[in-house]
């Protein structure tokens, strides 16, 4: 069991950076692949990126087509934390952001879908103007 707790959202101008941070608990977050979706006003949650961690090969990350280039997925095990660096923020990018883990300790998986995630924070508003 691992409870997830966002934040670092707000409001900033387009163009603007944020840095959101999402804190687990528990004592084996390592062992999680953790994800980051988005639900802006009126539509699904989609996918944003993930990140695993492999024994062998170390930190992996992959992203949707429209963050790539834009946001970066980053974690430190020691602080229990996974961020999501945004930058050159766009009003489209305006959502509930949502941190996600599922255990997976081989970091083998290749992460993209909602319901590849058991574990959902309570969500943090991003809203960016124009």
């Known amino acids: 069991q691992v409870q997830l707790v966002e934040s670092g959202g707000g409001l900033v101008q387009a163009g603007g950076s944020l840095r959101l941070s999402c804190a687990a608990s528990g004592r084996t977050f390592s062992n999680y692949a953790m994800g980051w979706f988005l639900q802006a006003p009126g539509k699904e949650r989609e996918f944003v990126g993930a990140?695993?961690?492999?024994?062998?090969?170390?930190?992996?990350?992959n992203y949707a087509d429209s963050v790539k280039g834009r946001f970066t997925i980053s974690r430190d095990n020691a602080k229990n934390t996974v961020y999501l660096q945004m930058n050159s923020l766009q009003p489209e990018d305006t959502a509930v952001y949502y941190c996600?883990?599922?255990?997976?300790?081989?970091?083998?998986?290749?992460?993209?879908?909602?319901?590849?995630?058991?574990?959902w924070g309570q969500g943090t508003q991003v809203t960016v103007s124009s």
């Open positions: 990140i695993t961690v492999n024994s062998w090969s170390g930190e992996r990350t």
């Open positions: 996600a883990a599922t255990v997976d300790p081989w970091g083998s998986t290749y992460y993209n879908r909602e319901g590849q995630f058991g574990y």
